[in-house]
């Protein structure tokens, strides 16, 4: 290889990774002005599901929701809780297993990120739910 090529190979590398790193810092800054944390209740969440702009309207948030215990039942490695008040379209929280399950009836707030979520065919799963 000549001379030139290894200097043209080297800049275009150099340039590469200036654009990445530069890409990078500014993803990241962008991230970091727009997180937001948001309270909601399971009605808002379900609504927003069943008509189709839960994305658009929650995606890059980290959510709180409020509300009352309806059931809550195992699954695997987890457990499950269903919020009373959005029965047409029940909204879920999907805690850890080594969380401990709150008391049907009882009123929590659950936090988690809202781009995690999950639609399903009858409601929405809101996963990696942690109760503060």
Same mark, same amino acid.
């Given at each position: 290889?000549?001379?030139?090529?290894?200097?043209?190979?080297?800049?275009?590398?150099?340039?590469?990774?200036? %654009?990445?790193?530069?890409?990078?810092?500014?993803?990241? =800054?962008?991230?970091? +002005?727009? *997180?937001?944390?948001?309270?909601?209740?399971?009605?808002?969440?379900?609504?927003?599901? =069943? @008509?189709?702009?839960?994305?658009?309207?929650?995606? +890059?948030? &980290? *959510?709180?929701?409020?509300?009352? %215990? *309806?059931? %809550?039942?195992?699954?695997?490695?987890?457990?499950?809780?269903?919020?009373?008040?959005?029965?047409?379209?029940?909204? @879920?929280? +999907?805690?850890?297993?080594?969380?401990?399950?709150?008391?049907?009836? @009882?009123?929590?707030?659950?936090? &988690? +990120?809202?781009?995690?979520? %999950?639609?399903?065919?009858?409601?929405?799963? *809101?996963?990696?739910?942690?109760?503060?």
């Amino acid at each position: 290889m000549t001379r030139s090529k290894v200097l043209k190979i080297s800049f275009a590398g150099i340039f590469l990774v200036a %654009v990445g790193a530069g890409s990078y810092f500014l993803g990241d =800054k962008y991230a970091i +002005e727009h *997180l937001q944390v948001i309270r909601v209740t399971p009605v808002q969440l379900s609504d927003a599901m =069943k @008509s189709d702009h839960f994305y658009r309207s929650y995606r +890059e948030n &980290t *959510l709180l929701v409020s509300g009352q %215990v *309806l059931t %809550v039942g195992p699954i695997q490695n987890t457990f499950i809780i269903m919020f009373a008040g959005s029965n047409n379209f029940p909204v @879920s929280c +999907e805690f850890p297993k080594s969380a401990t399950p709150p008391a049907i009836g @009882s009123q929590i707030t659950a936090i &988690t +990120e809202a781009a995690r979520a %999950v639609r399903l065919p009858t409601g929405v799963l *809101l996963k990696d739910c942690v109760i503060p």
